[in-house]
């Protein structure tokens, strides 16, 4: 097709119909767009249409599983998206009330468990604002569309068309048990395999132990057989069964700070040749940055240093 009646059919397209199209592309339904747009699914149709005649494409072909898009689609997804995000941008500014100072805002995602830890690195960063959010299996395209800006995860994640980067890796560990624990009255130093005679417990990170823990993959190579191990999520679930099932629990000595923080909590660091021992047998607790292209970015370099910087230091307490 001429590419000046390409041209001229695209500046006929209104918002709305641009707004369609990154709907569809995202949920794979016509009928799903329509709810979420709040209009009729005529409307919706004559969007669609606009669009194929628009780019002599179908666009969306329909599958079993949806509304599949075409290659066209592909290419054509990311910049749509972002006329849409930066229009309903626009709407929001001007709708909002003006700040007496106004502050960039990043959007967070964070592997869950340790969003307590990121918080308290992050409350050294007082000119800059965070709002924190779980990393899922959706993060990696909501950050690929700008709908967040980075993200702070332990262990290597899904990120196709993202960039990811090392900021640290976690060397320092400590035990964690509620105060009363019988293993506080040991006068020898803790060992893994004075661990293995109690109830174990600790908190699923996607991309990191969220299979197994490395302290099962320990036990399991040394031949020392676990009392018990229990799978939680989130630190409320984590400290409420430290308090009340007499387990105990490995962290790094940053989230032991939080923990600490807790009443009826204890930790203490963990001999260097006992973490060592552990960490041989695992993959590197490697805490990674993942962000998109450096173009696409709303901050600046020196605020990704700055962050960076931070993150590494708590990491290495």
């Not at 397209?13 to 009729?40: C, E, H, P, Q, W």
């Not at 308290?120 to 950050?143: A, C, G, I, T, V």
Request: charged fraction near 25%; aromatic fraction near 8%; include cysteine.
């Amino acid at each position: 097709m001429d590419k000046i009646k390409i041209n001229s059919k695209i500046y006929d397209l209104d918002i709305f119909t641009l707004a369609v199209f990154k709907s569809i592309y995202v949920n794979g339904s016509a009928n799903v767009t329509a709810r979420l747009l709040s209009v009729s699914a005529s409307k919706i149709a004559r969007s669609l249409k606009a669009l194929r005649a628009t780019f002599d494409d179908e666009l969306f072909i329909r599958r079993h599983q949806g509304l599949k898009p075409t290659p066209l689609s592909d290419i054509l997804f990311l910049p749509i998206s972002q006329f849409v995000d930066l229009a309903s941008h626009i709407e929001d500014v001007s709708l909002s009330e003006p700040l007496e100072s106004p502050t960039e805002v990043l959007r967070v995602a964070v592997s869950p468990g340790l969003i307590c830890f990121v918080a308290r690195s992050l409350y050294n960063l007082p000119s800059l604002k965070f709002e924190l959010l779980n990393w899922d299996e959706n993060s990696p395209e909501r950050l690929h569309n700008g709908e967040i800006d980075l993200g702070l995860c332990l262990g290597k994640q899904q990120t196709k068309n993202l960039e990811t980067e090392v900021i640290g890796t976690i060397k320092n560990l400590c035990v964690v048990g509620n105060d009363k624990h019988p293993i506080w009255d040991m006068n020898d130093p803790i060992i893994l395999e004075d661990l293995s005679k109690h109830p174990f417990v600790y908190q699923e990170i996607k991309g990191f132990n969220d299979k197994v823990d490395p302290f099962e993959v320990f036990c399991q190579k040394e031949g020392v057989k676990l009392t018990s191990t229990h799978k939680v999520i989130g630190l409320e679930t984590l400290y409420a069964h430290l308090l009340t099932m007499k387990s105990l629990a490995i962290e790094s000595s940053s989230e032991c700070d939080v923990l600490n923080s807790l009443p009826g909590i204890r930790s203490e660091r963990m001999a260097l040749d006992q973490a060592k021992r552990l960490l041989q047998s695992m993959v590197s607790p490697d805490f990674y940055i993942i962000e998109r292209e450096s173009k696409y970015r709303k901050y600046s370099q020196s605020v990704r240093s700055e962050l960076c910087n931070i993150i590494s230091k708590s990491i290495d307490l």
